[in-house]
């Protein structure tokens, strides 16, 4: 049977907030295509139900121990080079097997002032996420990685940095740096791929914090960012997560951001 399109068979694919949501859907998507996964979070409660989920879903991966996860903590800037780097030996047996993509949909839920009330110093948290971890990332991947435009990073943006939503020009200045990082990348790690995906608003534990606890207000919040699409919905995680693993199979692209936002950008 032919196999030139079954690129991810036994590939090593470490994801960077693989615990919940895009990275959660597409932990499971990469599974199913085959891939040796490992997935990391901040917290080993998060990270063990991850996992759990994962094998109860796919037991023949478990089964070949395709399935694993480690603890990285990107939230303290004194141990964030050392966090990545460690996370970075795990994937890859210490060096002695090389990753051969990675995806980065770690984040937080940073409620950034509107321009007029900011005050500098208010972005440090999201910088960590969104611009040093980035960064820090591209600066030690390489070593680890599979030589050759085989390999890949993806990073994750937001719809905002390219149609900027009223009264949250900090998070499209943010969104505008991730691209740029992901662009900067691409060029200087050649022939290592670095792309971008660029999701509008999809239906993750992250979006649903922002509305508060009371499932009213989600339902709410949900029916007014669907109005804001083409589409008339709001994203479901296992769609998005399908452009993370285009990215890893198209050997043949880098320096792109894929928009995947219900066609909010044309309404």
Known sequence: MPTKYFKLHNARVLLLGGTSGIGFATAEAAVEAGAIVI????????????????????????????????LCDLSQ???????????LEF?????????????YTAANVPRMPTVSDYQVSETNAALLFRYDAPIILGKLAPAYLSPGPRSSITFTGASTATKPTPGRGILTALGGASEGIAKGLAV???PIRVNIVSPGTVDTELLRALAGPDPKAWEGFKEILK????????????????????????????GSVIHTDGGRLLK
Do not use: C, F, W
């Not at 094998?55 to 480690?70: E, L, M, V």
């Not at 890859?92 to 995806?103: A, E, G, Q, R």
């Open 91 to 103: 994937a890859s047996n210490n060096n002695t097997t090389k990753i051969d993509h990675i995806t």
């Open 188 to 190: 200087d790690l050649a």
């Open 227 to 254: 109005k804001v699409t083409l589409l008339d919905q709001v994203g479901e995680p296992e769609d998005v997560a399908e452009a993370y693993i285009y990215l890893m199979k198209d050997r043949n692209i880098t």
């Open 39 to 70: 997935i990391s979070s901040s917290t080993s409660e998060r990270l063990e139900s991850a996992i759990e989920r994962l094998k109860t879903s796919y037991p023949d991966a478990s089964a070949a121990n395709k399935i694993h996860g480690h």
């Open 77 to 87: 800037a004194d141990l964030l080079e050392v966090n990545i780097k460690t996370t």
